[in-house]
Structures are given as structure tokens and as C-alpha cells.
């Protein structure tokens, strides 16, 4: 695969890592996030962002035959 689409799906890979970290720590500490008071919003902009992230990931794979690994 190209370098560049590479390095995309690299940073793709990491946002979605990032997100679910944040997803996980909504469920493990509910308390520590004192500037989320709605919960339920906060965890749906995380999934929103693996869900962007992921569908990235797959459109690259599609058109150009690689960068989806699950």
C-alpha cells in the first residue's frame, strides 16, 4: 500500500484506540467526568468518532485494496 494511505490508516487506527479508551473509562468511573453530565451524549460522540473512523478504514480498503484489518 501506498505510504500516505498507510500513515492514514495508521492515525485512523489511532483515533478509534482513543476513542474506545474513552468509552472504557465512561463505564469504569462514571464519576470523573464532571464536565459530561449527560453521560449517554459523551459515550455516543466516542462511538461516533470509531464509527467515522471505521468506515474511513473501510472505504480505503474497498478503493484501494487495503488498510481494514478486522
Known amino acids: 500500500m501506498n505510504y500516505l ?4 490508516c495508521k492515525k ?5 484506540a482513543v476513542a474506545y479508551a474513552n468509552v472504557k473509562a465512561y463505564e469504569r468511573n462514571v464519576v470523573g467526568i464532571g464536565e459530561h453530565p449527560d453521560i449517554v ?3 455516543e ?3 461516533a468518532k ?3 473512523a ?3 478504514l473501510k472505504t480505503i ?3 484501494f485494496g487495503n488498510g481494514y484489518k478486522k
Request: charged content about 25%; hydrophobic content about 50%.
Open 54 to 56: 471505521e468506515g474511513m
Open 41 to 43: 451524549a459523551a459515550i
Open 50 to 52: 470509531i464509527g467515522r
Open 5 to 8: 494511505l498507510e500513515a492514514l
Open 45 to 47: 460522540i466516542e462511538v
Open 61 to 63: 480498503h474497498n478503493h
Open 12 to 16: 485512523l487506527e489511532g483515533e478509534m
